[in-house]
Nanobody
């Protein structure tokens, strides 16, 4: 089982930037699609962004398109989420997830049930 550890969250002001990092415990991480999800206060977990196993394909939620960038470094077992122009509505716990059900999946999935390994989350708070 791949273990995922997120870092990089914090308290920022609207308009600021943050970069979240997720490091996997095993090199088999390179075979799998990865995603970022978030759970705002009192709301359900929602999709943010996903990247294919190779890093070549990405997909974003409409709410973050143009502001967030997901990338995957298979040599470092790391997936990053670069966030710019942050808004108060981006406030949430952000989770990294791996789709371990299928190696070398060409298109990354976007459903929470598609991912079966999750990190513990990192808090992002954006003040207005």
């Amino acid at each position: 089982q791949v273990q995922l550890v997120e870092s990089g969250g914090g308290l920022v002001q609207a308009g600021d930037s943050l970069r979240l990092s997720c490091t996997a415990s095993e090199r088999t991480f390179s075979r799998f699609a990865m995603g970022w999800f978030r759970q705002p206060p009192a709301k359900e977990r929602e999709f943010v962004a996903a990247v294919s196993w190779s890093g070549g394909r990405t997909i974003y939620a409409d709410s973050v398109k143009g502001r967030f960038t997901i990338s995957k470094d298979n040599t470092e077992n790391t997936v990053l989420l670069q966030m710019i122009s942050l808004k108060p509505e981006d406030t949430a716990v952000y989770y990294c997830a791996a789709d371990l059900s299928r190696s070398f999946r060409p298109y990354p999935p976007i459903g929470t049930t598609d991912y079966n390994s999750w990190g513990h989350g990192t808090q992002v708070t954006v003040s207005s």
